[in-house]
């Protein structure tokens, strides 16, 4: 329940709870098993201006609008647990299934909503700390997302050709609109001991291909160093990822700082964080890192696209209310590479604001209003704009 909570609640309001876990079972041989989860659905309205033409964006124009019943930022969770002790080895296995509610955008009969496996690994661990090996959330700009107020929310949709966007699967939420995504990655990743005032994480993940760069000969590293004390908790986070180009062997290596700040109590909260990498794209990591045309491929790290990206955030909650409300501002930029003259980028910026009342100890109300943009200095078309309110519903169990 512990990681649902740090998954499904993140750490933006002061005032959320969640309910502990309903099925605890104690086995014979020692081991627990533990069941816990959510499931949340939102009513969403979303209108986009009419002038907006820009592509690179990934916020719709064109001036639609629709009205959909999903799934927020946050996926429906269920989580299962079995952890032992044996000798001084802690051991634990962890599965961790994210449905979706809904079909694609317009589609009637889609026969089950997407599942997702997200989390499956085990850990191994003791007083020297903690190996995690398997399928698990990322550690770089990990903590930006977690500390996001749209992570019970829905914050932006995106346009079609970004995932939840139309399909099925869940919206965006601040991920291009602040952040990368840290996504849920195959990992093997080495933790200092929980529950001091310092934690260090660094693993190997498998890598990914880059534009041109599609060969992946060693893993990237990921990394995060997170400390808390009183009312602040302080963040960093590294990436780095060397690829080759099949074709020529010229190589070119992705790199990327992330870092933040929060500053609360139970009645606020003040959270500041940002990112800026070479070569890691925009919205999912790698997406657009490199440029693609004419002679890229063979120009090694100048191929390469500068991407960064900050958030802005603040939430209140009135002494003992169950009400907190919440605003952010952040964007995401990409520019061009070296090779395409380093001019001209583009930006997807996203305010929202958002109302979360605790009804019970599990059932969170959710009101928000979210406003996008999307520009391209590239395109010298009308930039993009969505108006996206949502009323929601999230039970944790």
């Known amino acids: 329940?512990?990681?649902v909570a740090l998954l499904c609640l993140g750490l933006a309001l002061g005032a959320a709870s969640v309910a502990e876990a309903q099925l605890t079972m104690q086995m014979s041989n020692g081991w627990s098993f533990t069941f816990a989860g959510n499931v949340n659905a939102f009513l969403t309205y979303e209108t986009f201006g009419e002038d907006g033409t820009t592509a690179g964006t990934i916020v719709p124009g064109g001036g639609a609008s629709e009205t959909r019943i999903r799934t927020g930022l946050l996926p429906a969770f269920a989580v299962f647990d079995a952890k032992g002790k044996e000798g001084n080895t802690d051991l634990s296995v962890h599965f961790g299934f994210a449905p979706q509610i809904n079909c694609g955008t317009g589609v009637h009969d889609c026969f089950g909503a997407q599942i997702d496996m997200r989390q499956v690994f085990l850990t191994v661990g003791g007083a020297w700390g903690q190996i995690l090996a398997g399928r698990e959330i990322g550690l770089f700009q990990r903590q930006n997302i977690l500390t996001d107020q749209t992570l019970f929310g829905v914050g932006a949709t995106g346009s079609a050709g970004t995932p939840g966007a139309g399909g099925g699967g869940t919206t965006l939420g601040r991920i291009g609109f602040g952040y990368n995504y840290a996504q849920f990655k195959?990992?093997?990743?080495?933790s200092t001991v929980a529950g001091r005032p310092f934690q260090l994480s660094v693993g190997l993940f498998e890598a990914a291909t880059n534009g041109p760069y599609s060969k992946t000969t060693i893993p990237r590293v990921e990394a995060e160093g997170v400390w808390a004390g009183g009312n602040?908790?302080?963040?960093?986070?590294?990436?780095?990822?060397?690829?080759?180009?099949?074709?020529?062997?010229?190589?070119?290596?992705?790199?990327?700082?992330?870092?933040?700040?929060?500053?609360?109590?139970?009645?606020?909260?003040?959270?500041?964080s940002g990112f800026f990498g070479k070569g890691?794209?925009?919205?999912?990591?790698?997406?657009?890192?490199?440029?693609?045309?004419?002679?890229?491929?063979?120009?090694?790290?100048?191929?390469?696209?500068?991407?960064?990206?900050?958030?802005g955030q603040l939430t209140f909650t009135p002494s003992n209310s169950k009400v907190t409300i919440a605003g952010?501002?952040?964007?995401?930029?990409?520019k061009a590479s070296d090779t395409e003259g380093g001019d001209g980028k583009i930006e997807n910026t996203l305010i929202s604001g958002g109302i979360y009342f605790q009804a019970t100890k599990s059932?969170?109300?959710?009101?928000?209003?979210?406003?996008?943009?999307?520009?391209d200095d590239i395109d010298a078309t009308e930039d993009n704009s969505s108006f996206a309110p949502a009323f929601g519903l999230m039970l944790f169990f």
Not at 241 to 268: C, L, W
Not at 363 to 375: H, P, Q, R, S
């Open 186 to 190: 195959a990992q093997m990743t080495y």
């Open 232 to 272: 602040t908790k302080v963040w960093v986070g590294a990436t780095a990822q060397s690829n080759k180009n099949p074709i020529n062997d010229e190589s070119a290596s992705a790199f990327g700082a992330s870092g933040g700040v929060r500053f609360g109590s139970s009645t606020f909260s003040l959270t500041g």
């Open 1 to 3: 329940m512990k990681r």
């Open 280 to 311: 890691i794209g925009t919205t999912l990591m790698f997406n657009g890192g490199t440029c693609t045309g004419g002679t890229c491929g063979a120009n090694g790290s100048d191929d390469l696209r500068d991407s960064y990206g900050f958030l």
């Open 328 to 334: 952010s501002y952040g964007s995401n930029f990409l």
């Open 363 to 375: 059932l969170k109300v959710v009101g928000e209003v979210n406003y996008a943009m999307g520009k």
